[in-house]
């Protein structure tokens, strides 16, 4: 009897200091091995900065007039930055390495076409670490499979390589903070490969909003819906369907979520401060796991939704869907207090009367601020607020491709600062903040949508810069 009372006792005890700490106490309960309840909120672990670690914010390397690149992962995206990079000016491919002969090969032919000299070849899972490793390469260039986005990253920065990741540059918290650390420590980039953030309509956006057309921004949407039926056979040993399948959350966020941080000064005057997330059962992804894996379970939901919340009052949407029968939709918006923008599905604009300068507006224009702006209005505003960067390099991005050029965009504004000396468009924090939504979001829809706080990867110096810039000489 008194075993039984003294059970009881316990139990409301711990469920007391639960409740209190999920309702708005002090007491915080353990809740997974990085994270626990704090005052309502779902907090990761933040560990300090070690000594001899530096902030990155602003950083610039010593300029590199000839760049020395080596790309390690060469299956889907890597090719299309070899031959990209085969039309930059002050370059030179160093390496090529992957996990097939045939995927280098093909690479070494496109050099040999553009009349650029052979590459040093490497083929096999430890073979990128001979790359990293040489003392002729300046930057990695790195397009494998997700998981080993990090490690490949950390090592080549650890052998004094600036990197750069394609998307997402990590998928866990422990991997941002790696990431982060390891390019604090050892002073070197570390540029996640958002190309959305240089798309023309995005980059024309941030121009208008750093400009004010907008009014304050106030919310933000952003998606990466995408039905990969027609592609989940192309992934190296099915690399992505795998993940898909052990992975629950907005796994994929940062071509949304990118281009409207950029918008709204994340880490530079603003911050992200918290998010909920709640997905959908899975149905279509566990059908093609079933088909293709014999899977019996699939964590990740055919549609997720995500909430964010800043520092500065505003909200962002995010959405992810990559398995139901809709048109492609990386849903781009900003809704601010004097003007609207939208990419997806119809791409406009929307003002109050009186906004948009007399001097940029058609002769007899009308603007309505309850429709879009005609089609005229829309290609001025569009001339006239067209990105500094764009009006360097449109024409040749446009005629070289890549996702109709925001690619080689990125990849020149990546050699043009390097060579220059200057700060890269993207840093490590972006490449931190926008790829932990993925574990961020997960758990936050394991715990029925609870608030899930988002680390400070800058450690307090998120309010140092103000603004977005994209640096020039």
């Not at 990253?153 to 866990?172: D, F, Q, R």
């Not at 900003?334 to 929307?350: E, H, Q, R, S």
């Not at 706080?453 to 110096?461: H, I, L, M, V």
Request: hydrophobic residues 35%.
């Amino acid at each position: 009897m008194k075993l039984n009372r003294l059970f009881i006792i316990c139990a409301m005890l711990l469920a007391g200091v639960m409740l209190q700490s999920c309702c708005g106490g002090e007491a915080t309960t353990i809740a997974g091995d990085n994270y626990k309840f704090q005052d309502g909120m779902i907090v990761f672990d933040e560990p300090a900065r070690a000594a001899g670690q530096q902030s990155m914010l602003g950083f610039a390397a010593e300029p590199i007039p000839t760049v020395r690149v080596g790309f390690i992962g060469l299956g889907m995206r890597g090719p299309g930055a070899v031959n990209r990079f085969t039309h930059l000016e002050g370059v030179e491919i160093k390496g090529l390495c992957d996990l097939e002969q045939s995927n280098v090969d093909k690479c070494q032919k496109m050099l040999e076409e553009a009349g650029m000299p052979k590459a040093e070849g490497y083929v096999g899972p430890e073979a990128y670490k001979q790359l990293c490793e040489r003392d002729d390469v300046d930057l990695i260039y790195i397009a494998t499979d997700w998981i080993h986005h990090t490690p490949i990253a950390v090592y080549a920065m650890e052998h004094g390589k600036h990197v750069a990741i394609e998307v997402p540059a990590a998928t866990s918290l422990e991997e941002c903070w790696q990431l982060v650390d390891t390019s604090e420590r050892t002073r070197r980039h570390c540029m996640m490969l958002e190309n959305c953030v240089y798309d023309f309509f995005e980059l024309t956006c941030l121009n208008m909003a750093q400009q004010g057309l907008f009014g304050e921004i106030l919310h933000a949407e952003g998606a990466y819906i995408h039905n990969l039926s027609d592609f989940w056979d192309d992934y190296h040993n099915n690399w992505r369907l795998d993940f898909n399948q052990k992975n629950r959350g907005d796994v994929y966020a940062t071509h949304g979520f990118g281009p409207v941080c950029q918008a709204l000064n994340i880490h530079r005057g603003n911050k992200l401060n918290y998010l909920v997330c709640m997905d959908t059962k899975s149905v279509l992804g566990l059908e093609k796991a079933k088909a293709k894996m014999g899977s019996t379970e699939f964590a990740n939901g055919d549609h997720t939704n995500t909430l964010i919340k800043t520092e500065q009052g505003q909200t962002i949407e995010l959405q992810h869907n990559v398995y139901t029968p809709r048109p492609y939709n990386r849903l781009y918006q900003l809704t601010g207090t004097k003007g609207f923008a939208n990419k997806y599905p119809i791409t406009g604009f929307t003002f109050m009367p009186g906004q948009v300068p007399d001097d940029v507006l058609p002769k007899d224009a009308k603007i309505n601020p309850h429709g879009f702006v005609s089609q005229a209005v829309k290609e001025a505003v569009l001339g006239a607020y067209k990105h500094p960067i764009h009006q360097e390099i449109e024409e040749k991005a446009k005629k070289v491709g890549g996702h109709g050029g925001m690619d080689f965009v990125m990849d020149f504004r990546l050699v043009y600062c390097l060579q220059n000396g200057l700060p890269l468009d993207q840093d490590v924090y972006d490449a931190a903040e926008w790829s932990c939504v993925g574990e961020l979001s997960a758990v936050s829809a394991k715990h029925n949508s609870m608030p899930v706080a988002f680390p400070d990867f800058t450690r307090g110096e998120w309010n140092k810069l103000q603004g977005v810039k994209f640096h020039t000489k």
